[in-house]
């Protein structure tokens, strides 16, 4: 067995202040300095300053002290060196560049969000009151960090370092590999890793309770700044979830995320769901099931010269 969740991640920003800020009006809770997340996930996201927005670490669990050693192992054939306590991993990401840190434990168990009544056509279960989303009380924040996207420009060895060497399960795979989806929890994604002409972070993901959390949580920050919205809202092919992207007062890209598959089954998804040819060669895959397709503040990443020669002067690709 290898990961068996994925914990939090640390943002790297020139206004580490202003994008702390900004989620303390959207949900979060400071709860260190630099530290921000829920009463149930005290820690989501750390955020530092940097010379350039970067994804600066990943954090994520494992089962057992036996997962550390085994790990190691595996990392060491792949040539990435790491060091071990027995209960800790850290290494590097022989890529991208940024940490990597596996403790033995697991994720804070997430309260249900409770029932919540609703009328459809032959089943009518909100009788005499408003839907509770027009109850301004009732604002649901975002409930823990689902995933990130990665663009890589050696997509074999990111590939081999998050699937063979920390040991991410394939749950759907570009053509080509150019793009796989995997998982350390029973999520569809806790990361895609594509290919892409510079490393950087594409965006990181939140998941909140429900489609009309989504609307809540997006309006919100839309009410502060219109020009955030990038696309959405709509429901992806894979993985199902139901998305509104949007971009972050630090240029970071990220998505309000509710409904996606989960998986507890891998055999039954790898033999009878899993695709490992999607999209073609020589096109962007379609993204949605319905709603706005891919449209150019979605592609394009418009910092990415900055980026790339930020990167290069650390020496990384
Ligand atoms: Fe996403």
Same mark, same amino acid.
């Given at each position: 067995?290898?990961?068996?969740?994925?914990?939090?991640?640390?943002?790297?920003?020139?206004?580490?202040?202003?994008?702390?800020?900004?989620?303390?009006?959207?949900?979060?809770?400071?709860?260190?300095?630099?530290?921000?997340?829920?009463?149930?996930?005290?820690?989501?996201?750390?955020?530092?300053?940097?010379?350039?927005?970067?994804?600066?670490?990943?954090?994520?669990?494992?089962?057992?002290?036996?997962?550390?050693?085994?790990?190691?192992?595996?990392?060491?054939?792949?040539?990435?060196?790491?060091?071990? /306590?027995? /209960?800790?991993?850290?290494? /590097?990401?022989?890529?991208?560049?940024?940490?990597?840190?596996?403790?033995?434990?697991?994720?804070?168990?997430?309260?249900?969000?409770?029932?919540?009544?609703?009328?459809?056509?032959?089943?009518?279960?909100?009788?005499?009151?408003?839907?509770?989303?027009?109850?301004?009380?009732?604002?649901?924040?975002?409930?823990?960090?689902?995933?990130?996207?990665?663009?890589?420009?050696?997509?074999?060895?990111?590939?081999?370092?998050?699937?063979?060497?920390?040991?991410?399960?394939?749950?759907?795979?570009?053509?080509?590999?150019?793009?796989?989806?995997?998982?350390?929890?029973?999520?569809?994604?806790?990361?895609?890793?594509?290919?892409?002409?510079?490393?950087?972070?594409?965006?990181?993901?939140?998941?909140?309770?429900?489609?009309?959390?989504?609307?809540?949580?997006?309006?919100?920050?839309?009410?502060?700044?219109?020009?955030?919205?990038?696309?959405?809202?709509?429901?992806?092919?894979?993985?199902?979830?139901?998305?509104?992207?949007?971009?972050?007062?630090?240029?970071?890209?990220?998505?309000?995320?509710?409904?996606?598959?989960?998986?507890?089954?891998?055999?039954?998804?790898?033999?009878?769901?899993?695709?490992?040819?999607?999209?073609?060669?020589?096109?962007?895959?379609?993204?949605?099931?319905?709603?706005?397709?891919?449209?150019?503040?979605?592609?394009?990443?418009?910092?990415?010269?900055?980026?790339?020669?930020?990167?290069?002067?650390?020496?990384?690709?």
């Amino acid at each position: 067995m290898a990961l068996n969740g994925f914990l939090d991640i640390e943002l790297s920003v020139k206004n580490p202040a202003d994008l702390g800020a900004f989620w303390e009006r959207h949900g979060f809770v400071r709860t260190a300095d630099g530290v921000y997340g829920t009463t149930e996930r005290p820690t989501v996201m750390t955020i530092k300053e940097g010379d350039h927005r970067h994804l600066s670490a990943m954090h994520f669990s494992c089962a057992a002290e036996r997962d550390i050693a085994d790990t190691a192992k595996r990392l060491e054939e792949l040539g990435v060196a790491s060091r071990i /306590t027995s /209960t800790t991993l850290e290494c /590097t990401d022989p890529v991208l560049g940024h940490s990597i840190r596996i403790d033995v434990g697991a994720p804070a168990p997430l309260k249900e969000s409770g029932p919540r009544t609703g009328n459809r056509p032959g089943e009518r279960t909100r009788w005499n009151n408003r839907a509770s989303s027009l109850d301004p009380s009732r604002r649901r924040p975002p409930r823990r960090l689902g995933h990130v996207v990665l663009g890589s420009p050696q997509i074999e060895k990111s590939t081999a370092f998050y699937f063979e060497g920390l040991g991410f399960r394939i749950s759907d795979q570009f053509v080509g590999a150019n793009g796989t989806f995997g998982r350390v929890e029973t999520d569809h994604h806790n990361l895609l890793i594509h290919r892409a002409r510079v490393g950087y972070l594409n965006h990181y993901a939140l998941e909140v309770d429900d489609f009309d959390a989504i609307g809540e949580n997006g309006t919100a920050v839309m009410k502060e700044n219109p020009e955030s919205h990038i696309i959405g809202v709509g429901r992806h092919l894979l993985g199902s979830n139901l998305f509104w992207y949007m971009r972050d007062p630090s240029g970071n890209m990220f998505e309000f995320f509710a409904d996606m598959d989960h998986i507890n089954d891998d055999e039954h998804w790898a033999n009878n769901v899993r695709r490992t040819d999607w999209g073609s060669p020589d096109a962007p895959a379609p993204v949605e099931a319905w709603g706005p397709g891919p449209n150019e503040a979605f592609i394009a990443v418009p910092d990415i010269e900055e980026i790339a020669q930020a990167r290069t002067k650390r020496g990384l690709a």
